[in-house]
């Protein structure tokens, strides 16, 4: 007898089936209870605790794979073990690859589309499950036209599928079809369920060999009960169609066992639920409910559902990890939540990362796949490394893994030295690297001599591996020696004891689902290798080829785990989660197109191709129509299990800031039950729970220094602190380094040209002072030479490698410091003023250094300013010394009497006053930036500054140029020009007391941004 059980969930349907599998132990009657694959570690913690302690002698919970195992022991069927995914996936790639050349609508993609392994192994298992094997689908084929898409298609499917078979029976093993429809033919044969009851439960449908499986059982067993989760045997609710289609299968199974139908219907029992969660599950997917229909709720009874908008998905979960923490501080346990999602790939990374910050301990209900591990990762890169040249992109993926041996200090700095350089391919093999960390200057820092150190280190032990690696790979081209050659590579990194140090420290650390599937890695890898060069020992494969074989079944080998404790939230697939007795479920992802899922025509065979194949007497049932059932049934089970309290996210927008829309689902919920989804938002909530005054400034504070620190700046600093603080206190007090780069930046081209002038007006001064310019003919020849040794000091590459755009750029640079230097030649020509010092220390290293610009304020503290000054040039008008300070900038620089007093640009004044504090019987003449400006295509040399606005002081400058040289300068009085010191020390005094109170608040502007070194990690940055 077949006996249908049909309620909604939450009607008690598996209660029912426990309590007639309990009768039958105190019978003494054999009983199974049949369950999906996914419903096993529920089901076999939860029902024996039910059932009386000698249930194990008359009662066993089964699934499909698993009763074949049975019948076929008892028996003495042949017990061939199915087919696993990832030797299902290598046979299917190589039968593919093998047959490329013989098909005739796929052939071109075959060989190389790793993708097309996936997609054919789900059509032939979707055919194999509809009961159409190769030879229907060859007969199919020669009732079309040879030449027609669908025909190619077809004919292809039926070589694909028969070499595929053959290839599994080669090996031994077989599809979970093929065992299923051996199970069937054994069933007929001995009578396995006799005088037995079976119980099957918490299936939505079944493929046809499960239906042959199940025509045997109802023939056999006494009794046959099946539950069905629908609000009646033939609902017409859209999220029961499937559930319906699956009924009226089980009907004809009925009659034609000539079996007797006995079904049950349920209700829902209102009184276990609130009723807010009664409404949504008898009426979420009840289109009819008008809104003048939708049932009044008292506030309190409102409170068992909760909605929520988030921004992203990052503060969809830290919501959810909040009221999470609530409900627990509330009374429930951990074991008592569920948290459903439709896809846990695109919540991995982000959902287990918040609960981990909020401590809640959690089970991802979903298997993980190896690819996803680090030593997955270092084997696909090292291989990708040797084939592919050794690019930057591959070594540094590598070197992140973990797993080579290398400190992550060291892998860090190995990196940085990498993308400054841009190093790539045999730039790795060097005999060393000498490039400087610092990118284009002649100077290198303490910190760059580290990273060259370490960069150096990490080469040698990351390359030698490698290059053992490539040469065994080059030796071989079986498939076999290829895994030996990967295997020598493991042992040479002595991954084993890498990993087991790993899981020791992830041990000790609480996270022990992580250590137990960190210690199976190495264990997987070689049982990877193995399956390898077992199934496939004499193929002759191409390095990409075994490449993509490994790549395939990494993917396809999947790492299955169990809870480590009882009271932890289980995360899940609304298609595969299977929790029962949850008081509370959070849905997550309620988003338009992803929860429920929006279904696509993706497989071979479009739903068109099925029509024709159903007029040509192949039938094919198209699921596209059940499998939009069963996205909304999936919503359905998961609104419906919580006990107690239901609580639904959506998101606004992707984290590319496209905006997203609440899914039909969220937006059901929410007309149902007349509510506006709660908005979150993470930073209002950091706010309301920090000091009041704080949150409302939102600004950063630093500890305050001590009233008597002496405390040193330099123009750069003060700058960067105007700018803004928290610059300012990342780069100087925290000293976080900015990236490095060889490709020559504003600030590089300023080094450049400082060089060049420097080392060209110090070759023309002879061993008296005495200055003496090269010939214009000369100027070109003098300044290449200098421009080769500079380019020998930061680009130690010879001349042939060097990197064309760096070529290109020095060419530029070159074009324009000439351009430059013919006019800072022409003005010392014309000029009275002569050049006196170059790049003048001040309050540096060195006896020449000038001493350093000292101010005391208020508090005690001192502030020492510092710096370095371009040119200082002299002019002696009798008894009478005047001097002048020039700064070359490589961009235009404006100076500007307001910026000297806010501290924006104490440059000029500073550098000016510095030199006259140690040359007390000068005067000051004056102080400019040279620059050169482009507009329109054509470059001009331009000053700006401010100059002694006295006849004398003019007609010096200018010579014989008609004030060609000071017009574009400010004249000012000696009075003037000695208030902008005052000026200058009064702006510095205030930006120093700021920085010693500790102010370190973030304001953005596009000039503080815009080459700020820590830009990337600010949450305020200004973009455009």
């Not at 073990?81 to 996936?89: A, D, I, L, N």
């Not at 997987?524 to 193995?530: D, F, G, K, N, Q």
């Not at 000297?900 to 440059?907: K, P, S, Y």
Request: hydrophobic content about 40%; proline content about 4%; aromatic content about 8%.
């Amino acid at each position: 007898m077949l006996k249908l059980i049909c309620g909604p969930s939450g009607s008690g349907k598996t209660e029912i089936l426990i309590d007639s599998i309990r009768k039958d132990i105190e019978n003494g009657v054999r009983s199974f209870l049949l369950i999906p694959e996914q419903q096993a570690y529920i089901s076999e913690r939860d029902i024996p605790a039910k059932l009386p302690e000698n249930a194990g002698l008359y009662f066993e919970t089964v699934n499909f794979s698993r009763l074949a195992e049975d019948v076929f022991r008892k028996f003495g069927g042949v017990t061939k073990p199915t087919v696993s995914g990832g030797v299902r996936t290598l046979l299917m790639w190589n039968t593919l690859r093998t047959l490329s050349p013989m098909l005739s609508q796929y052939g071109k993609y075959a060989a190389e589309d790793t993708a097309m392994t996936a997609l054919m192994l789900q059509t032939l298992s979707e055919l194999r499950a509809g009961g159409v094997d190769g030879s229907l689908l060859e007969d199919a084929a020669q009732k079309l036209d040879p030449a027609s898409p669908l025909a190619k298609k077809l004919n292809d499917l039926a070589l694909i599928d028969a070499a595929y078979r053959s290839a599994l029976e080669s090996c031994c093993e077989e599809d979970t079809e093929d065992k299923l429809m051996r199970l069937s033919k054994v069933l007929k044969e001995h009578r396995f369920f006799g005088g037995c009851h079976v119980y099957i439960d918490s299936f939505t449908s079944f493929t046809v060999p499960e239906y042959a499986v199940l025509l045997e059982i109802v023939k056999q067993a006494d009794c046959v009960s099946v539950t069905l989760c629908a609000d009646t045997f033939f609902s017409r609710l859209p999220h029961f169609q499937c559930v319906a289609e699956t009924a009226k299968k089980l009907y004809k199974l009925a009659n034609a066992a000539n079996s007797e139908v006995e079904k049950l219907l349920l209700s829902s029992r209102e009184d276990s639920i609130p009723p807010v969660l009664r409404i949504l599950e008898r009426d979420l997917w009840n289109f009819s409910i008008k809104k003048s229909q939708r049932c009044a709720l008292a506030p309190c009874e409102g409170d068992a559902v909760r909605l929520f908008s988030a921004s992203n998905v990052y503060e969809e979960a830290e919501a959810a990890a909040m009221h999470i923490c609530e409900l627990v501080q509330d009374g429930m346990h951990y074991g008592d939540i569920a948290v459903v999602v439709r896809d846990t790939e695109s919540y991995r990374g982000i959902l287990d990362a918040a609960f981990e910050r909020y401590n809640i301990p959690f089970f991802l209900s979903e298997r993980t796949d190896f690819s996803s591990k680090p030593l997955s990762r270092l084997i696909l890169s090292a291989l990708r490394a040797v084939s592919h040249n050794y690019r930057q992109a591959d070594m540094i993926t590598l070197l992140k893994t973990g797993l080579c041996g290398i400190d992550l200090k060291d892998a860090a700095l190995f990196e940085e030295y990498c993308q400054t350089w841009h190093i790539g391919g045999k730039r790795f093999f060097d005999e060393v690297w000498s490039m400087n960390p610092d990118g284009l200057t002649t100077d290198r820092s303490p910190r760059a001599e580290e990273i060259l150190a370490a960069a150096n280190r990490v080469r040698q032990q990351l390359v030698t591996p490698l290059l053992s690696l490539s040469a065994e790979l080059k030796a071989s081209k079986r498939m076999i020696d290829r895994c030996k050659a990967l295997y020598n590579y493991l042992c040479r990194l002595n991954i084993a004891h890498l990993l087991s140090e790993r899981a020791s420290k992830e041990l000790a650390l609480g996270r022990r689902r992580d250590a137990s599937e960190t210690l199976r890695l190495y264990a997987m890898s070689v049982e990877i290798l193995t399956t390898l060069s077992g199934l496939m020992p004499e193929e002759e494969v191409t390095t990409e080829e075994f490449l993509s074989a490994l790549g395939l079944m990494f993917a396809s080998f999947d790492m299955g785990s169990i809870p480590n404790t009882h009271d932890c939230v289980v995360i899940g697939s609304a298609s595969t989660l299977r929790v029962e007795n949850v008081r509370a479920s959070l849905l997550l992802g309620l988003c338009e197109g992803e929860f429920p899922r929006a279904i696509s025509d993706d497989g071979v065979l479009t739903e068109a191709d099925k029509d024709t194949l159903e007029t040509l007497g192949v039938s094919i049932s198209s699921r596209s129509a059940l499998r939009s059932s069963e996205e909304l049934l999936y919503v359905y089970r998961a609104i419906a299990k919580p006990r107690e309290k239901l609580s639904l996210f959506t998101v606004a927008q992707e984290i590319d800031g496209s905006t997203r829309t609440p899914s039909l689902a969220f937006s059901r919920v929410a007309f149902l039950l007349d509510r506006t989804p709660e908005e979150f938002h993470l930073d209002e909530i950091r706010r309301a729970e920090a000091d009041p005054e704080e949150s409302e400034a939102e600004k950063l504070k630093a500890l305050p220094m001590s009233p008597h620190t002496s405390l040193r700046l330099s123009q750069s600093r003060i700058q960067a602190f105007v700018l803004c603080p928290y610059r300012y206190y990342s780069t100087y007090r925290l000293r976080l380094r900015e990236t490095k780069d060889s490709t020559p930046s504003y600030a590089d081209d300023g080094v450049f040209m400082h060089y060049v002038f420097e080392h060209f007006l110090k070759s023309s001064i002879d061993e008296n002072g005495a200055l003496h310019l090269p010939s214009v003919e000369d100027t070109e020849k003098i300044a290449d030479n200098i421009i080769e040794r500079y380019l020998a000091q930061v680009s130690p590459f010879s001349f042939d490698l060097e990197d064309s755009r760096l070529l290109h750029l020095y060419a530029r640079l070159r074009k324009l410091s000439i351009l430059m230097l013919k006019e800072i030649l022409m003005e010392i020509r014309t000029s009275q003023f002569v050049p006196y010092r170059f790049e003048q220390g001040i309050g540096t290293p060195g006896e020449n250094s000038l001493p350093p610009v000292k101010i005391g304020l208020a508090n005690g503290a001192t502030v020492i300013l510092s710096g370095k000054i371009d040119r200082v040039d002299l002019w002696r008008n009798g008894d009478q010394v005047y001097l002048r300070v020039v700064d070359y900038k490589s961009g235009k620089h404006t100076f500007s009497l307001d910026e000297v007093r806010t501290g924006m640009d104490i440059q000029l004044v500073l550098y000016l006053f510095a030199v006259l504090n140690a040359q007390k019987d000068a005067l000051p003449a004056g102080a400019e930036y040279l620059f050169a400006s482009t507009e329109k295509g054509q470059t001009e040399i331009k000053r700006s500054g401010f100059y002694l606005d006295e006849e004398q002081i003019k007609s010096a400058m200018n010579g014989e140029s008609d004030q060609f040289y000071t017009k574009k300068l400010l004249g000012q009085s000696l009075d003037g020009i000695q208030a902008l010191e005052a000026d200058m020390k009064t702006a510095v005094s205030a930006v120093a007391e700021r920085i010693l109170a500790g102010e370190a608040d973030k304001t953005p502007s596009e000039e503080a941004c815009a080459f700020c070194p820590v830009r990337s990690h600010c949450n305020k940055a200004y973009h455009k």
